[in-house]
């Protein structure tokens, strides 16, 4: 027996309670650029990955502003508070203007999700899962500013 090609529809639901509960905060109502969400588990992302953020192409030059596609790891288990705090930080990426493909600089992508994690913290959104990174370990006297500039 192969491995279903369905995502558990627990996990979907979780999901969607988690969107559900994001939608309650005024801020995120219509924060960022067009976006679509995927859920259908069809998009390959390595296990630990919570989503995948990808710049669609331009789909005709009257639109002023790229669009984004969000691919959710449905196949990941978490509380509806843990898909909120993520959605979330995903949104405040594009917002802040963090998902460029052409950079890679490590120090750059450290400081975007400082920034992005600390302006969440503030906003109280959800639960931060516990797999992702534990930012308030960053080194005395290094801010988001200060690794941006390393």
Same mark, same amino acid.
């Given at each position: 027996?192969?491995?279903?090609?369905?995502?558990?529809?627990?996990?979907?639901?979780?999901?969607?309670?988690?969107?559900?509960?994001?939608?309650?905060?005024?801020?995120?109502?219509?924060?960022?650029?067009?976006?679509?969400?995927?859920?259908?588990?069809?998009?390959?992302?390595?296990?630990?990955?919570?989503?995948?953020?990808?710049?669609?192409?331009?789909?005709?030059?009257?639109?002023?502003?790229?669009?984004?596609?969000?691919?959710?790891? #449905?196949?990941?288990?978490?509380?509806?508070?843990?898909?909120?705090?993520?959605?979330?930080?995903?949104?405040?990426?594009? #917002?802040?203007?963090?998902?460029?493909?052409?950079?890679?600089?490590?120090?750059?992508?450290?400081?975007?999700?400082?920034?992005?994690?600390?302006?969440?913290?503030?906003?109280?959104?959800?639960?931060?899962?516990?797999?992702?990174?534990?930012?308030?370990?960053?080194?005395?006297?290094?801010?988001?500013?200060?690794?941006?500039?390393?």
């Amino acid at each position: 027996m192969g491995k279903s090609k369905t995502p558990p529809k627990e996990n979907v639901a979780q999901f969607t309670e988690g969107q559900a509960l994001l939608r309650q905060f005024e801020l995120f109502k219509d924060l960022g650029p067009t976006t679509t969400i995927i859920t259908n588990g069809q998009h390959s992302l390595p296990k630990d990955a919570w989503l995948q953020i990808e710049r669609d192409r331009l789909r005709h030059y009257t639109q002023p502003t790229p669009s984004f596609t969000i691919y959710i790891n #449905v196949w990941r288990r978490a509380t509806p508070p843990e898909w909120a705090n993520v959605l979330a930080q995903a949104k405040l990426h594009l #917002v802040m203007d963090h998902v460029d493909p052409e950079q890679v600089d490590p120090y750059w992508r450290m400081a975007c999700e400082a920034k992005a994690v600390d302006f969440l913290r503030h906003l109280s959104i959800g639960i931060r899962p516990e797999s992702l990174a534990d930012l308030d370990a960053t080194p005395p006297g290094r801010d988001a500013y200060e690794l941006a500039r390393y």
